[in-house]
């Protein structure tokens, strides 16, 4: 996708589509951006601090849950199967899984080639005796797996309720992709975060040290960096916001006065209190999940949570 451009000649890591979603999400109103142009490099790395903040429950909430049901997952989904996971692996609940179903292989798929290489160096580095086979692909389609997995029985794994980040119809329509792609006699293990009180959802999207302030605010400088945007970044405050009818957390990057920019030569402007909406992160409640999934093609099999109920794992069968 890289393509050379420039006066000077050296060659744009812009990916053609950032500048497409950027310039018609600030066109459009309300003005909205997806959020999947979190993750450059910095935007990953703050990522991972967010897991590891006190406020942000659901990493060590669902790592905890994985950590406890492990012998009861191994009844359910046997030994030998293939485990396919939709993103290039965490570095601590991929290995929980693994450790856990003694699979015959292990094939991450991600879009992002670097951070799927990255993350399969290290898991085959921990597994040494496990085929780690990584996927370069958009797992948001249906999928032709490796030709070495066809014929053994796959179990997806979607953890981190990444499924949150997505509309309930695009949820829908990935899960159905995920059936597609896994084939007969497949189960899928997912990580869903649950609705629960204002008070403890806020606070883990705005945080009291502002590292989702920092993950929010750096689209903005990446939008500068590598759209030659004059977006000022001291006009803009991380907001979250519990949005009670969708049932869903939403951040948006705020102005905080009357502001004009451009972005690739384009001109905008925003009133003081307009927001740019960056990102959904829906929450579940037991029985939309089991409906979400049903809806998607999947059979729940079995749920978990943790004593608190914060989140939950579901094993589901197509
Ligand atoms: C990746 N995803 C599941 C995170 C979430 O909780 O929705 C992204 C995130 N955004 C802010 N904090 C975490």
Redesign the pocket.
Known sequence: MLKPEGEDGLRSLTDPAFRADVLAGLERRPRAIP?RW?YDRRGSEL?EA??DLPE?Y?TRTETAILETICPTLRDLVGSGRAVVEFGSGSSTKTPVVLSCVDPCAYVPIDISGDFLRESSRVLAARFPDLPVLPFEADFLKPLTLPAAVAEQPKLGFFP??????MTPAMACDLLRAMRESLGQGAMLLIGM?RIKDERVLVP??DDAAGV?AA??RNLIERINRELDGTMPLDAFRHR?IWNDDRAR?E?HLEAVRDIAFTVDGRAFAMAAGETIHT???HKYGPRDARILLRTGGWTPVAEWTDPDGLFAVYLAEA
């Open positions: 959020a979190f990522f967010i897991t942000y659901p981190g309720s990444t499924i949150g980040n975060d883990a999207y989702t993950f929010n979250a957390i951040m990102e959904n992160s």
